[in-house]
């Protein structure tokens, strides 16, 4: 879940082939009502409504295993190198209405690039967001990423837009163009008033969502997308899904875990999202935000480590007094007209998420420092002429929304927003109060908002691999331990000492060594393990 910025956002969490065969049809389709309608003791009417979703995914997944998917080579505009090829998964837009209104779910991928018979079928990617597409997760193998070199060899690498997503019948919630324009009124509000208009954004956001998207809202929701997974690997002819999510894609492989245990040959979940009914998903928020600080802390002090190539200051003190005089100079008036405070928290949020921003932010604030305002504009004001980023950025910005508000209760009474969000601002205010603002269209949601899934081990779930860097701002490390805890036999590494979001892609033979064994033997360590952080950025 990524804050301010969908550029960043559709990554985190604040943001993804085989030939059917007959032999295979039966295992894609074995979806028995009992795996997929959890009990969680919320009555019968509600175990009812689970077995109408269970059957329909059944039926839906049936559909897909017959049809298959016809592969093909990429539009050109979907910007995917050959030999990747590209195609559809029908899905019902209802579960409970499974011969109902259908939308159809892109999807991709490349062979395994060994033998037949290393092949082990496909593994299926989700990056994040809500909101985050997949498509570019067979580009690893293209661009020859040495990390994946071993799971490549093995697996087809498979990626989807979920639904409401870029070519999956994609959502949104106001003009690309507008969303974007700059700039923003700062998110720390100064008065009653400030607070009064941020409101009145917040609800005419929600309201626009209806508008252009009211058909597809009351099905944003995770255990939807969790459905889709299950129909998606029904259309590749695999009989179990191998899995890789990183941030939300974490929280949507506990959910598919729980909903389908018997369906999950083997599962990595990356930079873990709480599970737990208590945080999904406006305590969830609230974590965010104290843990954005301590990484925001972890950035100032390699920045003051390294006066002498940025000249910032040498201790997280003199660091902060510049970022808190850049953010005034620019609440007073918009660096090039365009970037006031909330463009400059898009900006630097970057550095609390990845280690591999820090370095480029603190140059480009160094250059500020040094008198280049351009620079900094240049990073920081969005581009008009990019339409086509625009659009993407409001599309994954009205997923993450529509999926976070829909798929849980949130509070209705202004009140309770102002009081955590004006408690926590005080300590952590880099991040608090622009979270608050991006979520507040939960709070006069338009349509239905549900109960989360309760996320445990069910039959037949094998063990899950849980990989975690300790200091993650974006997904606090309590989230792993949570999950951990939930999924019997689960084992948990942990990155000691680190804090980049998306443990697996990063260098760090500890870490990637354990994952491509459990990928490619299902073997996992007697106990969980803790890694020495990987290598820290250079200036």
Not at 240 to 253: D, F, I
Request: net charge neutral; aromatic share 8%.
């Amino acid at each position: 879940m990524s804050k301010s910025s969908m550029r960043r956002r559709t990554t985190a969490f604040g943001s993804a082939g085989a030939l059917v065969t007959a032999t295979l049809i039966a295992g894609a389709v074995s979806a028995p009502a009992a795996s997929a309608a959890p009990a969680d003791g919320r009555g019968q009417s509600h175990a009812r409504g689970w077995d109408k979703e269970a059957r329909g995914v059944t039926i839906a997944a049936a559909r897909a295993a017959r049809a298959g998917v016809d592969w093909e080579d990429c539009d050109a505009g979907w910007n995917l190198p050959k030999p990747i090829q590209c195609g559809y998964v029908t899905v019902p837009l209802d579960y409970a209405k499974p011969f109902g209104k259908q939308i159809k779910l892109a999807v991709d991928r490349i062979g395994n690039t060994g033998g037949k018979s290393e092949r082990q079928g496909a593994l299926i990617y989700n990056p994040g967001g809500p909101g985050g597409s997949g498509l570019r997760f067979p580009a690893r193998v293209t661009g020859k990423s040495a990390v994946w070199a071993n799971a490549a060899k093995a697996y087809d690498f498979v990626g989807f837009d979920p639904r409401g997503v870029g070519h999956s019948a994609p959502i949104s919630c106001v003009d690309p163009q507008e969303f974007v324009k700059a700039p923003k009124a700062d998110p720390v509000p100064g008065s009653e008033a400030d607070k009064l208009a941020q409101r009145k954004l917040a609800r005419e956001y929600a309201e626009g969502c209806f508008e252009r998207s009211g058909e597809m809202l009351p099905h944003m929701t995770t255990p939807n997308t969790a459905r889709d997974l299950d129909v998606i690997r029904a259309a590749l002819g695999e009989k179990k899904l191998n899995y890789l999510g990183v941030s939300y894609g974490t929280y949507l492989g506990a959910v598919y875990g729980t909903l389908f245990p018997d369906h999950v040959r083997r599962m990595v979940v990356d930079s873990v999202v709480n599970p737990s009914r208590d945080k999904i998903w406006y305590q969830a928020n609230l974590d965010q935000d104290v843990a954005f600080e301590g990484r925001w802390k972890d950035w100032q002090d390699w920045v003051a480590a390294n006066d002498a190539t940025y000249h910032l200051g040498d201790t997280r003190a003199e660091v902060q007094d510049q970022w808190l005089k850049l953010r005034a100079t620019a609440a007073k008036e918009p660096l090039g007209g365009v970037v006031g405070p909330a463009e400059l928290i898009s900006f630097f949020q970057s550095a609390p998420y990845y280690d591999s921003a820090w370095a480029p932010i603190a140059a480009t604030f160094s250059k500020y420092v040094a008198g280049d305002t351009q620079a900094l504009v240049d990073a920081a004001a969005p581009d008009l002429s990019d339409t086509a980023g625009n659009a993407s950025a409001e599309n994954g910005n009205a997923v993450y929304t529509a999926v976070e508000c829909t798929d849980a209760k949130w509070p209705t009474d202004w009140n309770t927003w102002d009081r955590d969000n004006t408690r926590l601002h005080r300590d952590h205010p880099f991040m608090t109060w622009a979270n608050a603002w991006m979520n507040l269209p939960c709070a006069t949601w338009p349509v239905k908002q549900q109960t989360p899934l309760d996320v445990k081990t069910g039959k037949g779930l094998p063990p899950v691999l849980i990989v975690q860097s300790e200091r993650d701002a974006a997904t606090p490390y309590a989230g792993a331990v949570e999950l951990h805890q939930r999924f019997k036999g689960s084992r948990l590494i942990t990155e000691r000492d680190a804090g980049s979001h998306g443990v697996t892609g990063l260098v760090n033979p500890c870490v990637n060594d354990r994952v491509d064994a459990y990928l490619l033997t299902g073997k996992l360590d007697a106990r969980d393990v803790t890694c020495a952080p990987h290598a820290t950025p250079k200036p």
